[in-house]
């Protein structure tokens, strides 16, 4: 299982690096990218509608009205597509849930020991 501390230890330093880099100028549409020491990229978005996420190495999305609030729904979906992975064989049989399965096993989850 994902410790889930640990997790939001880690997207809490990538929101403060993001929150000291100052008042940042929003147009309609500002994307920025962020690589954890997980293993995980972080596509952020931001617009008039509030900030969304995209995790490319897993293929899943969320979004938040703020930033601390986006760092909860990114720990949950990723917490709750790991454990989908480990409780329905026949889904993460199905590519590319297979392949991001053992990217949980190979990459993320060994990172967080």
Known sequence: MLKLHRTKIVFADFMNYINKKGNVQMSKVNKRTYQ???????????????????????????????????????????????????????????????QHYFYYLNTVIPALA
């Not at 609030?69 to 199905?94: C, G, H, K, M, S």
């Open 36 to 98: 954890t020491d997980i293993g995980l990229t972080l596509q952020i978005t931001h617009d008039e509608q509030g900030i969304a996420v995209y995790i490319p190495e897993l293929d899943i999305y969320t979004c938040a009205d703020t930033e601390s609030e986006l760092l909860d729904a990114i720990v949950d979906i990723t917490e709750e597509y790991w454990l989908q992975l480990q409780v329905n064989p026949a889904f993460r049989e199905r590519e590319p849930m297979r």
